[in-house]
């Protein structure tokens, strides 16, 4: 199941991402970033706190977000997936998955009420990174892979992993 962790999707022979797939890789790897990055420990109002994974809007996860919640915690802390429809809300979370289908005027309050805090803005549509979240998912070809904004990382006060870094590419631009 750590294939998931960043590796490469496998799709078929025409290089469709089958949906499915693209969100199951895209599941795992919420549950990977909660790995490689560091919280600061205000970020929990107790020690037996659970780790919050927010999904804004719709959610093209399906189950897979719950089965690996099910089954997995983030230093200790069981994790909940929790939806979210509220900008206000997003900033109760330790991981907002943010879908293509919000549109930007939300996203940009999203942006505006979680600045500051430790919360992991994770998106997957062109600019993300760039308009203020902390990592965008993209297509490459016939792979996930994910960008990263590094400086809003730092500004949310969350640590991203020397990995994890090396693994996404820098947001720029032209993404």
């Known amino acids: 199941m750590l294939l998931l962790c ?8 025409q290089e469709i991402v089958d949906e499915r ?3 199951n890789v895209k599941a795992v790897s919420l549950y990977a970033f909660g790995r ?9 109002p107790t020690d037996d706190s659970p780790f919050i994974i927010g999904l804004f809007g719709a959610n093209p996860f399906g189950d897979a977000l719950d089965r690996i919640a099910a089954k997995k915690s ?4 069981t994790i909940v997936v929790r939806s979210i429809t509220d900008p206000a809300e997003g900033a109760r979370c330790h991981i907002v ?12 309050e999203l942006f505006r009420r979680a600045a500051g805090k430790p919360v992991l803005l994770v998106g997957e549509s062109p600019g993300f990174a760039n308009r203020g979240g902390i990592i965008n ?8 892979r994910f960008e990263l904004n590094p400086d809003k990382g730092i500004e949310s006060r969350l640590s991203l992993n020397a990995k994890l870094l090396t693994l996404g590419t820098k947001a ?4």
């Open 21 to 23: 797939l693209e969100y």
């Open 74 to 77: 983030l230093n200790g802390r």
């Open 6 to 13: 960043f590796g490469r999707t496998v799709v078929n022979a």
């Open 36 to 44: 490689y990055v560091t919280w600061p420990q205000e970020a929990f």
């Open 137 to 144: 998912f993209y297509q490459s070809g016939s792979n996930i």
């Open 172 to 175: 720029t631009a032209t993404k």
């Open 97 to 108: 998955f943010v879908p293509r289908t919000v549109p930007h005027d939300t996203e940009a």
